[in-house]
């Protein structure tokens, strides 16, 4: 693998299909199925202190979700490693990176205008990327917090595919967004399922903390994080009461403390739901108790992250 000519100041590298590239030059196919069919596999992580946070789980988790949408990837989890760890390597060494690693079955050759062949044209597509992380870019979200809306949009049932797989099938997400920036610019929308049970925020668990404890939904219905369980074991080791149940609206309405959790900003605290003020409006304690647990364990207050 040869280098490529150096990215600007602030821009990352990419990995395509085992070729590196600075990220303004990353390409994929129009024919490919992650565009034809929307078969994308993704996961995302970040570094703190120039390490990857639990890269292993995240790397688990995106082999596994390849493995169940039956796309053959045609590198080792040790190569993959390789490539993250040569991708961070790659930035300076006070920077903080974020990492998607992506996948889809490769080029459908129809699209790709080759009529004598039938299915895919070449092995899947793999696709590590890395984006710049500024300090401080989530310090708004730590000290005003997040606005919730409801979005009329269902979160795709379970019986279409599972949830514990991730992937970049998003029209949902996407409609839903479009929604709640309509009613609330600094919105983000929650999502039901069909039976009305709270499943996820885009791109986000949803947490919340009744009369202590704190309450997530049910692990069957969302795709299990790996910032929620980072937090679920923060919660046990604090004291704090940590349990997963079908949670409805009703819920929503008796909780004294509402924050998400992804992968790039950890753990934010909810302010307004659905324009209604969460508890006195400001972060509260149990957010507070976790956002410096969750601090202590990567090295450096969040906001400064």
Not at 109 to 131: C, D, K, N, S, W
Not at 133 to 160: K, M, N, S, T
Request: hydrophobic fraction near 40%; charged fraction near 20%.
């Amino acid at each position: 693998m040869s280098d490529a000519g150096q990215p600007a100041v602030g821009e990352g590298w990419a990995y395509i299909n085992g070729k590196l590239v600075p990220l303004r030059d990353a390409r994929l196919h129009v024919a490919d199925a992650g565009f034809v069919y929307g078969a994308t596999v993704s996961d995302v992580l970040r570094s703190f202190g120039h390490r990857w946070f639990r890269f292993d789980d995240h790397l688990n988790r995106f082999l596994n979700s390849c493995r169940y949408v039956g796309i053959c990837l045609p590198y080792s989890r040790g190569e993959l490693t390789g490539l993250a760890q040569d991708l961070l390597a790659r930035a300076p060494a006070d920077a903080e990176l974020g990492l998607v690693l992506l996948a889809t079955p490769g080029t459908m050759a129809l699209y790709a205008g080759i009529t004598e062949q039938h299915g895919l044209t070449a092995p899947a597509t793999v696709v590590l990327h890395t984006f710049p992380l500024p300090r401080g870019r989530f310090r708004a979200l730590y000290r005003e917090g997040i606005h919730l809306v409801v979005a009329p949009q269902r979160q795709v049932p379970v019986d279409c595919w599972d949830p514990k797989a991730k992937c970049r099938s998003r029209l949902h997400w996407w409609l839903a967004q479009q929604y709640v920036r309509g009613i609330d610019p600094n919105a983000v929308p929650l999502l039901l399922d069909h039976q009305g049970n709270l499943t996820e925020s885009s791109a986000a668990n949803v947490l919340l903390v009744i009369n202590g404890s704190v309450y997530c939904p049910s692990p069957e219905r969302i795709l299990w994080g790996i910032s929620l369980d980072t937090t679920a074991n923060l919660c046990r080791r604090l004291g704090i009461r940590f349990e997963t149940r079908p949670l409805q609206l009703y819920h929503v309405a008796l909780a004294d403390e509402i924050f998400l959790t992804n992968s790039l900003y950890s753990i934010a605290p909810v302010t307004r739901f659905s324009g209604r003020p969460v508890g006195e409006g400001t972060p509260g304690a149990v957010f507070r108790r976790l956002y410096e647990a969750w601090s202590e364990l990567v090295g450096t207050p969040l906001a400064d992250a």
